[in-house]
């Protein structure tokens, strides 16, 4: 089976480049190649060919939250926005925590249209008291490992596990929130919260842990991940760290590059997650922290809820927003279209720097031989969000109704087409 796509066009060594990419046995064998003819020829009209996006931090429920969404809707979700790889977290029922599991979540991924890596978690069912087995589950296939969804909260735990994962060469990825200092908020601590008359949450809870995860880090030279930075202070300290050779790396969302608290007009817990949306200023800060290459790359953080769960409001629901099938278009319309970024930087983010970050394997990256995982782009028409067209059972976004530019027109994986637009 062949395909060819022609007419694209698309950066190939930084340069922007006219296109014809010929598919042949799952992998690119030309990306300019002057055959006219093959099992399948695509003319993609001049649009933007980028390798398969590559999204570290989705939460895919299946098993334990069908209901929120399974294997298949948020794979679909995926490869609508351009994924053609994703690390799925380990919060789950059961928790991927023991070889035995892990095999099960593997096989249970298959049913899934795009890669998935599979996280497992740092310790038994995420509870933050004992170490998984984290060479046991390393050899069964894991790629990193998570708590996600909370942090560790035990200095001693988070010391064993990673120096365990040093000796592995295995990432540590921290959702960095010390509960403790959470007390109870459910927006951020700021304008929004006292107006709302709802509990806040004060960024030291993040940067706090961040700062004890730090120091653990630098002493054991583990590869430490920070997921979804969100303060000022957070990455001001990871810029430090950086600098004095401590082997960290982290992930800011789309929606902490968006959004901030002071677009929080009404109790609406679409604007409710994990981190809160937090000031202006921290905005600000993760938008400069990615353009000096503090922080590393962009991933969703796709956390699909039931339509009743998310209209509970903010004391209720539960956090998350679904991210994958909005993130490239926002990002390009915001960012690039308005000359803030280059395409470049935002192709870079969202699929050179994930592959580079944590070491995959198995992913194409628009380069002749490699696998055609490869996602297209339209970049001259904008559309509405519209939740009706999302492939995720999740319709928890901020963002529908809004106008967007680069909606996807095809993904695909290992050749094999996973999305076109109808
Ligand atoms: N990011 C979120 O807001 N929600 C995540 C878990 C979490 O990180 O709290 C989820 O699994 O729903
Ligand atoms: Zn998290």
Known sequence: MSILLKNGQGYVDQKLTKLNILIENQHITDLN???????????????????????????????????????????????????????????????????????????????????IKQYAPVTRDRKGAAV??????????????????????????????????????????????????????VINAGSAAQRLAVPGVNKVSETAQIARNLVLAQTTGVHYHVCHVST?????????????????????????????????????????????????????????????????????????????EKQQGFLKSPNGIVGS??????????????????LNNLIGWMSIAPKRVFQLTNVGQLKQGDLADI????????????????LSKGHNSPFIGQQVFGKTILTLVDGQIVYRRG
């Open 33 to 115: 190649s002057s055959v006219t003819s093959a099992d399948q020829v695509i003319d993609l009209q001049q649009a933007l060919v980028t390798p398969g996006l590559i999204d570290v931090h989705v939460h895919l429920r299946e098993p334990g939250f069908t209901n929120k969404e399974t294997i298949k809707t948020g794979s679909a979700a995926a490869a609508h926005g351009g994924f053609t790889t994703i690390g799925a977290m380990a919060n789950l029922n059961p928790t991927p925590d023991t070889p035995k599991r892990f095999t099960n979540q593997l096989d249970l991924n298959t049913k899934g249209s795009v890669k």
């Open 132 to 185: 998984v087995d984290f060479k046991a589950l390393k050899s069964v296939g894991a790629f990193a490992f998570s708590d996600d969804g909370a942090g560790v909260a035990d200095s001693q735990v988070m010391f064993t596990a990673m120096q365990k994962m040093a000796d592995l060469n295995m990432p540590l990825c921290d959702h960095a929130q010390d509960m403790q200092l959470t007390q109870g908020g």
């Open 232 to 308: 000022k202070e957070s990455i001001e300290l990871i810029r430090i760290a950086k600098k004095s050779g401590v082997k960290v790396t982290c992930e800011v969302t789309p929606h902490h590059l968006l959004l901030d608290d002071t677009m929080i007009a009404q109790d609406d817990a679409q604007l409710k997650m994990n981190p809160p949306l937090r000031s202006a200023e921290d905005r600000m800060a993760c938008v400069a922290g990615l353009m000096d290459g503090t922080i590393d790359l962009i991933a969703t953080d796709h956390a699909p809820h039931t339509d009743q």
């Open 325 to 342: 099938e909005t993130a490239f278009a926002l990002l390009y319309t915001k960012f690039v279209k308005t000359g803030i970024w280059s």
């Open 375 to 390: 996602a297209v782009f339209d970049l001259n028409h904008s559309e509405k969000i519209d939740a009706a067209k999302f």
